[in-house]
């Protein structure tokens, strides 16, 4: 009786183990139905300040779940928990959390906040139509080269991978209502009263938003780009000191300026890629040896 009792207790830890990548994916997909969520009581109408208090807390929502997609699959492989169920699991929650959100993210801000004689409001639609379709196509082609060519880890994403993508629309929407409050301590603490032409000015954050999607919907389906893999490069040979140090600057920096931050670390992994690929043409031009007077 006891020898039966301790294998079924080593037969059963695996199992239990395996459950909790796959628990962290859930919250993940938990993250973004409440942003789902929040985004469809902002359009119920009511007063402003709350409809605007409900889809910053969209914004931040949109953002715990790229926390918990970072560390599903760091937790799988760790405890080698690893399923094709949860593989499966993880695309549909990104699916969610950073390709349906995010996109209603931007329907329900240019809804709020421009004027309905817009001339982009009949393209706005549109335009996140097309961000979606960018995230699930590039889900749908992500797990077709995964189920056919299974590896540990990965460097580089052809393409901008979808939490990426979500963070751009995620950050501006956040230093959009940052700059229009003027309540963060460090806005009045560097430059005191707020500028005159300043609602001018970030009025045209909700009309580029949905031109930004269309353009992340390309960049997602994308196969010239190439797009560096942040949690594999800083956790995937383990916590060098210098990776360390970056780390905890970077979180007390995240800490007191969080909106400014990411706002420069989502456009910075966003355009810096693709600004590589345009100019690459000129670098190698510039890079091919000039052909020796006397071969000619």
């Not at 039966?4 to 139905?33: D, H, Q, Y």
């Not at 082609?141 to 460097?155: A, L, P, Q």
């Not at 956040?174 to 309540?183: E, G």
């Not at 942040?230 to 060098?240: E, L, T």
Request: one cysteine or more; hydrophobic letters at 50%; a negative charge.
């Amino acid at each position: 009786m006891e020898r039966r009792c301790s294998v079924t207790g080593t037969s059963e830890t695996p199992r239990l183990i395996a459950v909790i990548p796959n628990f962290i994916t859930l919250c993940n997909a938990v993250c973004g139905f409440i942003a789902l969520t929040l985004l469809a009581r902002s359009l119920e109408g009511g007063e402003e300040q709350l409809l605007e208090v409900r889809l910053h807390q969209a914004a931040w929502f949109i953002l715990a779940g790229m926390l918990f997609d970072v560390f599903d699959g760091k937790v799988a492989r760790a405890t080698g928990g690893g399923t094709t169920l949860g593989a499966q699991l993880d695309s549909l929650a990104d699916l969610v959390t950073f390709g349906l959100a995010p996109a209603g993210l931007t329907l329900a801000l240019f809804h709020h906040s421009v004027e309905s004689g817009n001339p982009l409001g009949r393209l706005m639609w549109v335009f996140c139509l097309a961000y979606f379709l960018g995230a699930l196509l590039r889900l749908a082609r992500f797990n077709s080269v995964r189920d056919g060519h299974e590896t540990d880890d990965h460097m580089a994403f052809d393409g901008m991978p979808t939490p990426g993508a979500a963070g751009v629309i995620v950050s501006l929407v956040l230093i959009y209502f940052t700059l229009k409050d003027w309540s963060a301590w460090y806005l009045e603490f560097f430059v005191g009263e707020k500028p005159a032409g300043l609602d001018a000015s970030i009025a045209m954050i909700p009309q580029f938003l949905p031109v930004c999607c269309f353009l992340l919907g390309y960049l997602m389906v994308s196969n010239r780009v190439k797009y560096p893999h942040v949690a594999s490069q800083m956790f995937g040979q383990g916590m060098q000191f210098d990776r360390f140090s970056s780390l905890v600057f970077g979180t007390a920096l995240m800490v007191f300026f969080k909106e400014p931050m990411l706002c420069v670390i989502f456009f910075g992994y966003a355009s810096w890629p693709a600004f590589s690929w345009i100019t690459s043409p000129l670098r190698r031009s510039k890079g091919q040896p000039s052909p020796d007077l006397d071969e000619v």
